[in-house]
């Protein structure tokens, strides 16, 4: 059974960081991609980043460049999202995504069940 298991969301100020952890079992990342997605309240779930396996090549959303680093520990069979300079609008579900390139929903293989990130103003 596959199972994705984020950890590290909160509450945090404008300006602030959070580093949100998704851990697989049952699933590893050789030939995949591995990434986050977002839903904020009534808004469509959203692409933030993705990292493929293979070569380390990443995606971000134009909203989120310069901002967040995704990374991952194939060993731990872990993906980081670090999240800085956080901004209201980032506020959301933040949601792990097993096979994320392209980063749309629909091509999605896997979800985590989502952690809530909040960031007041």
């Known amino acids: 059974e596959v199972q994705l298991v984020e950890s590290g969301g909160g509450l945090v100020q404008s300006g602030g960081s959070l580093r949100v952890s998704c851990k697989a079992s049952g699933f590893t990342f050789d030939g995949d991609a591995i990434g986050w997605f977002r839903q904020a309240p009534g808004k469509e779930r959203e692409g933030v980043s993705c990292?493929?396996?293979?070569?380390?090549?990443?995606y971000y959303a134009d909203s989120v460049k310069g901002r967040f680093t995704i990374s991952s520990d194939s060993a731990e069979n872990t993906v980081y999202l670090q999240m800085n300079r956080l901004k209201p609008e980032d506020t959301a579900i933040y949601y792990c995504a097993a096979s994320c390139f392209p980063p749309f929903p629909k091509y999605v293989s896997y979800w985590g069940q989502g952690t809530q990130v909040t960031v007041s103003s």
């Open positions: 990292i493929a396996s293979s070569d380390g090549s990443t």
